[in-house]
C-alpha cells in the first residue's frame, strides 16, 4: 500500500507542469521533479548534495536581479507559516512565478513546499497586448489631433480667403458706382492698386496650399541653378516694399559680397518671402536685419526683428503645418509660411532654426550647403 502511495506521488510528481521542489526546515531538499530542474536548468550533481542553500547558489547567476531574488527568499524562510507568491525575472528574459505554502504534519511546520511555472508567454502575450492597446490609443490620439487641426485650418483658410475677396468686390463695387458720371483718373489708380493688392494676396494664399498640396503629395521637384542669396533678397524685398512701408519698418541688409550656390532661386525667394513678411507682421514696426554670409561650404541667412518674439514653448512646433503662434483673432495667416520654408530649406539639404525671446524679437536662421546634394523630402 505504502509502495503505491509512493509510486502514484511519483507519478503525479513527474506529470505537473510546475517545477516542484520540498525542502525541510533544515534546509535540506527532500524532493524535486525534472520540470524544477528544467525551468532552473539545474544538474543532478547539483541536486544531489540535497542542499537548498547551495542550490541557490547555484540559480543566483540566471536571476536578472540576483541580491533581491536571495533577499526575497530568506525572507520567505524567515515566516515558516506563511505561504508567498513572486514572479522572478531571469536573465534570459525568462520570467517564472514562484508559489510556497508551508508543509504541515500533524499540525506542524515541518517544512515548505515550492511550485515554479514558466509565465513567459503568457506575461508577454498580456505586455504585447497592452502595448498594442496603447500604440492605437496613441495613433487615434494623433488622428483626431490631425483631424481637429485640418477642420480649425479649413475654417481659418476659408476667412483668410474671404478677407481680400470681400475687399476687392468693395472696391470694385466703388469703381462701378463712379464710372457713370465720368471717373476721376487718380481715384480709379488708386482702386486698381487697392484692387491689385488684394489679388496678390489671394495668389499668394493659393500659391500656399499649392505647395503644401504639391509637398504632401511628394512632388516637390527643385530646379536648381547658379543663384546669388543676395539678389533673392533684394527681389523678395522688392515685392514685400510696399508692406514694410506700411509696417513702418526699415530693411537693412548685410552681405559682404556675392554667395552663389546651386539653389532653386523661386523656392528660395519664396523663403525670404515667407520669413519676412512674417518679420513684418510679428515685427512691430521696428527695424528687421537680414545678414548673409558663406563660410566656403555653407551660405548663412539670418534675418532679426525687434517684435512680439516666441514663446520658448511654441518655438519647436512652429515648423509643422498649421501651427501658429498667436491667435487667428490677432493676426492673419494659414499657420503654413514657416512649414513650406523648412521643407524648401530642408530640400536643399539645409535647415532653419529660430531663436526668440518673448517681447524682444526673433531671429530666424537658414542654413544651405552651397552645393546642394540632399534630394527632396519624401
Ligand atoms: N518673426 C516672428 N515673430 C513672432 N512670431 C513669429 C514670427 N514668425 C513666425 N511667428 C510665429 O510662428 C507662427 C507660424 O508662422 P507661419 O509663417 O508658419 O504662419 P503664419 O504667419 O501665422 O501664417 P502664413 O505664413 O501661412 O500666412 C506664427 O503664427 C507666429 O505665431
Ligand atoms: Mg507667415
Not at 541580491?67 to 514572479?87: G, L, N, Q, W
Not at 475687399?167 to 457713370?180: I, K
Not at 512701408?245 to 530693411?251: C, D, I, K, T, W
Not at 492673419?332 to 530640400?347: D, H, M
Request: hydrophobic content about 45%; charged content about 30%.
Amino acid at each position: 500500500m505504502l509502495r503505491l502511495s509512493v509510486s502514484l506521488l511519483k507519478a503525479t510528481l513527474e506529470s505537473a507542469a510546475d517545477g516542484i521542489l520540498a525542502v525541510d526546515l533544515e534546509r535540506r531538499i527532500v524532493l524535486f521533479n525534472r520540470r524544477f530542474t528544467e525551468i532552473f536548468l539545474l544538474t543532478d550533481e547539483a541536486l544531489a548534495r540535497r542542499d537548498d542553500a547551495y542550490a541557490l547558489d547555484c540559480v543566483r547567476d540566471l536571476m536578472r536581479d540576483p541580491d533581491a531574488f536571495r533577499s526575497r527568499i530568506e525572507e520567505i524562510y524567515r515566516h515558516p507559516d506563511a505561504s508567498s507568491f513572486d514572479v522572478f525575472e531571469l536573465k534570459d528574459g525568462r520570467l517564472i512565478e514562484c508559489y510556497s505554502l508551508p508543509q504541515h504534519l500533524a499540525g506542524v511546520v515541518v517544512g515548505r513546499v515550492w511550485s515554479h511555472r514558466d509565465v513567459t508567454a503568457r506575461v508577454r502575450a498580456v505586455q504585447q497586448r497592452d502595448q498594442l492597446l496603447q500604440e492605437e490609443r496613441r495613433a487615434r490620439a494623433d488622428a483626431e489631433e490631425a483631424l481637429r487641426l485640418r477642420d480649425e485650418f479649413v475654417a481659418i483658410a476659408s476667412h483668410e480667403l474671404r478677407t481680400p475677396l470681400t475687399s476687392l468686390q468693395l472696391v470694385m463695387q466703388g469703381l462701378e458706382r463712379r464710372l457713370a458720371p465720368g471717373l476721376d483718373i487718380e481715384q480709379a489708380r488708386a482702386a486698381v492698386a487697392r484692387c491689385n493688392r488684394q489679388i496678390r494676396r489671394l495668389a499668394d494664399l493659393v500659391d500656399a496650399l499649392l505647395d503644401v498640396s504639391r509637398i504632401q503629395a511628394g512632388k516637390l521637384e527643385l530646379q536648381p541653378s547658379e543663384v546669388d542669396l543676395g539678389a533673392v533678397v533684394r527681389d523678395a524685398a522688392a515685392q514685400l516694399a510696399d508692406q514694410l512701408a506700411q509696417a513702418g519698418s526699415e530693411l537693412i541688409v548685410h552681405a559682404e559680397g556675392p554667395v552663389v550656390g546651386r539653389w532653386d532661386s523661386d523656392r528660395l525667394e519664396q523663403v525670404v518671402t515667407n520669413l519676412l513678411t512674417n518679420a513684418i507682421k510679428f515685427g512691430g514696426g521696428r527695424p528687421i536685419e537680414i545678414v548673409i554670409a558663406s563660410d566656403g561650404r555653407t551660405a548663412r541667412l539670418s534675418m532679426t526683428d525687434h517684435g512680439i518674439g516666441i514663446d520658448r514653448g511654441a518655438q519647436s512646433k512652429l515648423f509643422e503645418r498649421f501651427k501658429r503662434g498667436v491667435s487667428a483673432k490677432h493676426y492673419g495667416g494659414l499657420g503654413l509660411g514657416l512649414y513650406i520654408a523648412r521643407v524648401f530649406v530642408e530640400a536643399h539639404g539645409g535647415r532653419v532654426h529660430v531663436k526668440s525671446e518673448l517681447g524682444q524679437g526673433s531671429t530666424f536662421t537658414v542654413e544651405l550647403p552651397l552645393s546642394q546634394a540632399a534630394p527632396p523630402p519624401s
